[in-house]
């Protein structure tokens, strides 16, 4: 079948820069998502629409497009000591998730000085253009458990989950 609304799709992808850096890829361990469901960026959801198994598609997407421009008040610097956290987490490309308030939120270290660290909330592929390259292994209709819970039910996933 051909990829529309309510199908359940399995892939492969890979994230490239322009030059055709690889900076994210799905390795040999396929993706599922539910077509129609906006679980995939809309430029790229939006290509695969009508493909089927074993077409390759491929699109570049501008940083809006893909994982948002780079946001500069997304951007903060701490006190090391205000962080508590263990000597080892503190790296720089290392993820933390910060707790306030207002809720849980997911920073880079992106530089780290003697006791300044520069957290970053921003997307790590954010500000950057990309180009996705997909290749379609598996295409078939959503079962109604699936509809129900709105996201594919891969061979091996627990159908008992919340
Ligand atoms: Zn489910």
Known sequence: MNIT???IVSMLYAVTSPSGEVLETSGDEPI?????????L???????????????????????EAFGE??????????????????EAFVVGN??????????AI????????????L?????LAGRAVTFKVEVLEVREATESELEHGHPHPPGTDHDHA
């Open 70 to 87: 780079h946001e500069e008040e997304l951007v903060s610097k701490v006190p090391r000591s205000e962080l508590e956290l263990p000597e």
């Open 5 to 7: 609304n309510n199908a």
């Open 95 to 104: 993820e933390l998730e910060l707790e306030d308030d207002t809720g849980s």
């Open 107 to 118: 920073v880079t270290i992106t530089e780290i000085d003697e006791d300044v660290v520069t």
């Open 32 to 40: 599922w998502y539910l077509h129609g469901a906006d679980q995939l």
């Open 42 to 64: 809309p430029g790229l959801e939006k290509v695969l629409e009508s493909k089927t198994v074993g077409d390759k598609v491929e699109v570049d997407l501008s940083p809006a």
């Open 120 to 124: 970053d909330g921003n997307h790590p």
